[in-house]
């Protein structure tokens, strides 16, 4: 049986936690991510100097990959001689204005993200992801 292996990324974020760079990686591994989770706080206290406005901890897995799919690599099946014809219809695109409020709709935050931009620092926990945010104040 292998033991699971958590990591915790320490990244810097901006104030509305859209766009983040990695800071660093915390050395301590952990074996479930609720382990990993309950020290994050502590380990955000040492990011507060860091130079962004909110310090976001993320508690995964590292990605797994397969060793048989490393391994072996297929050879690419030749194509057939005839190619079938496909008639496709021409795609009807909807006009300007419903482009235009499509654009600035997407553009605005909904009212949960100004919730959690302007509210307490988020916190999030599942069974095999978990991130803890907090604001910088000086």
């Not at 766009?19 to 040492?46: E, F, K, M």
Request: aromatic letters at 6%.
């Amino acid at each position: 049986m292998q033991t699971a292996l958590i990591l915790m990324t320490i990244l810097g974020c901006d104030d509305a936690v859209t766009q983040c760079n990695y800071i660093a990686t915390a050395s301590p591994r952990y074996t479930t991510v609720a382990l990993c989770d309950a020290a994050s706080a502590g380990q955000l206290a040492r990011f507060t100097d860091a130079g962004y406005p909110s310090v976001v901890a993320v508690c995964q897995k590292p990605a797994e990959t397969d060793p048989q799919q490393t391994a072996s690599v297929e050879k690419p099946q030749s194509l057939p001689e005839t190619v079938p014809q496909v008639t496709a219809e021409p795609e009807t695109q909807p006009g300007i204005a419903a482009r235009a409020v499509t654009l600035i709709s997407d553009a605005l935050p909904t009212l949960d993200g100004i919730r959690t931009a302007i509210g307490k620092p988020s916190h999030y926990a599942s069974a095999s992801y978990s991130w803890l945010a907090r604001k910088i104040t000086d």
